[in-house]
């Protein structure tokens, strides 16, 4: 065997958190190389998660915006046909664009990008088996674990990707089922289920609590966005588990039974979504060969620094602490390479986003009323409704409201929430608010085009320390 080519970090993993950090190294002028099995580059999200998700989600949109939102905007439309596999093709383009975007700037930051799978032969050595064949091995001065995250399995329901899918299978299937029943009411759940039945599927959702949205979504925005989901042809079953569940010819049946005991039902389809949440992938790493632990829920355990009891070996993105989300696995690359190369970094996990892509859009950022309630935080809420917006009005989507919490006696903001149109552009505006530490009324003081959406944000704000004027 040859020797092992020397770098200074070596990351495991080519998703957002492990390019991003490659990248980042290279512009400090570190020696790089990154990991990657899949044979592309940019993780779950560029390739099975947040950009085909994206691009069906605003395509299935524009589709059914067509179908049903035009004659009251004065347009009438003739003949319109769905093409779904010209749809998956749009998708397909994204994706490859975006991957080969990365291929492009890993040259331009002298990154090595090895294809294959990486597992520790050592505290330093990690052994590759390359896709295309053979084997090399790299040592690491650092060694960066960025290996994600995969869906986590429903007991007894084999995935094919075909009937019984994961959100992979969901974004990719070759006909639009008649029936479709998703398990779990969180974000892919939902974002999944809008597109499916925007696109003419009769979609279920089961979800185990006594809300949708995941973890984070505040009540109040949990309950309108269910409302407004409902109206688009949704339905849900909550409080209700799914018990269990077997594909027979050509349908998948679920045995449901209400959370609290008691009542059974029976629920068919043609295809199941299994969305019941992700978990740490570190399968085939070799972390027994340096003795690197697991906590209780999968994750690789580390310091504040993102080390782990090997001090020269990080983890950072799905596979540790935190949201699954891409901008955090991202802001985690950036600072891990500057603990590496300057001794300080940072990540504000008070301000990390989350945005769920169905229309209307819902963001949030900060703690959500039931949180505050629990720590024991006096706050003032105030909110905004679309309906009072005037480009929501002129733009006839007046869908929705712009929620934000603040203390009560320093009125420094905790907490915004909203569901309405361009959600996800809007919390950018939020996160900086939390980020900088401003108050309701710095806020309400800010200048803020007219007409836009953001007046929302504005008014909200208005009405969180004082009155909105337009309410
Ligand atoms: P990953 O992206 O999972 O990347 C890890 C990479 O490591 C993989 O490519 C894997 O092949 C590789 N790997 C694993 N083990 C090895 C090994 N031993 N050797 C070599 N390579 C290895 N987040 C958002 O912020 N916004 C969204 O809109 C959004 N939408 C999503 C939609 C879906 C359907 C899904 C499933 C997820 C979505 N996410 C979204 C979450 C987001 O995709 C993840 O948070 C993000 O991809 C995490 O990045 P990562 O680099 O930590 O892990
Ligand atoms: P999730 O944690 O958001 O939601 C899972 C839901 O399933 C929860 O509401 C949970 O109560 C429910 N559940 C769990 N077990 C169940 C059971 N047996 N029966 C019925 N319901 C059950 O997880 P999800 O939707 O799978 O997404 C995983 C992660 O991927 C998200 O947490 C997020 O980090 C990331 N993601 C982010 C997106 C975005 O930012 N727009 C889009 C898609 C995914």
């Given at each position: 065997a040859t020797e092992a080519e020397d770098y200074d970090v070596v990351l495991i993993g080519g998703g957002v958190a492990g390019y991003v950090a490659a990248i980042k190294a290279g512009q400090e002028g570190m020696k790089v190389a990154c990991i990657e099995k899949r044979g592309a580059l940019g993780g779950t999200c560029l390739n099975v998660g947040c950009i085909p998700s994206k691009s069906l989600l605003n395509n299935s949109h524009m589709y059914h915006q067509i179908l049903h939102d035009t004659k009251k905007r004065g347009i009438e439309v003739g003949d319109v046909k769905l093409n779904l596999a010209q749809m998956m093709k749009a998708k397909d383009e994204s994706v490859n664009g975006l991957t080969k975007g990365i291929e492009f700037l890993f040259k331009k930051n002298k990154v090595d990008y090895i294809k294959g799978t990486g597992a520790f032969a050592s505290e330093h050595e990690v052994r590759v088996n390359l896709v295309d064949g053979g084997e090399m091995s790299v040592r690491g001065k650092n060694i960066i674990i960025a290996t994600g995250s995969e869906s986590t399995p429903f007991p007894g329901l084999e995935i094919d990707e075909e009937k019984v899918v994961t959100s992979t299978g969901a974004l990719a299937l070759k006909e639009v089922p008649k029936r479709m029943v998703v398990i779990g009411g969180g974000i892919i759940g939902l974002e999944m289920a809008s597109v499916w039945s925007r696109l003419g599927s009769e979609v279920s959702v089961i979800e185990f609590l006594g809300q949708i949205g995941g973890p984070g979504m505040d009540s109040d925005i949990a309950k309108q966005t269910q409302k407004i989901l409902q109206r688009q042809g949704l339905k849900f079953k909550l409080n209700t588990k799914v018990t269990s569940g077997e594909a027979s010819g050509d349908v998948v049946k679920l045995e449901l039974e209400a959370a609290k005991g008691g009542k059974n039902e029976t629920i068919e389809a043609e295809v199941c979504l299994v969305a019941i949440g992700r978990r740490p992938y570190t399968a085939g790493l070799g972390l027994e060969n340096i003795g690197i632990e697991l906590d209780e829920r999968k994750r690789l355990v580390i310091d504040q620094e993102y080390r782990t009891k090997i001090p020269h070996i990080r983890v950072i993105g799905d596979c540790t602490f935190g949201p699954m989300l891409a901008h955090k696995a991202e802001e985690e690359a950036v600072a891990a390479i500057e603990y590496i190369k300057k001794g300080f970094g940072h990540v504000n996990y008070g301000a990390i986003p989350s945005v769920m892509y169905t229309h209307p859009e819902v963001a949030w950022v900060g703690q959500n009323e039931a949180e505050l309630k629990e720590a024991g935080v006096k706050y003032n809420v105030g909110t905004f409704p679309f309906t009072a917006n005037s480009r929501?009005?002129?733009?006839?989507?007046?869908?929705?409201?712009?929620?934000?919490?603040?203390?009560?006696?320093?009125?420094?903001?905790?907490?915004?929430?909203?569901?309405?149109?361009?959600?996800?552009?809007?919390?950018?505006?939020?996160?900086?608010?939390?980020?900088?530490?401003?108050?309701?009324?710095?806020?309400?003081?800010?200048?803020?085009?007219?007409?836009?959406?953001?007046?929302?944000?504005?008014?909200a704000a208005m009405s969180t320390y004082s009155h909105a004027i337009h309410s």
């Open positions: 929501a009005k002129t733009n006839l989507e007046t869908d929705g409201m712009v929620k934000m919490l603040s203390d009560k006696e320093t009125d420094r903001i905790l907490g915004i929430h909203i569901i309405g149109p361009n959600a996800g552009e809007m919390i950018a505006e939020g996160t900086l608010a939390l980020e900088y530490g401003a108050s309701s009324e710095d806020v309400a003081r800010t200048c803020h085009a007219h007409p836009t959406l953001a007046e929302a944000f504005k008014e």
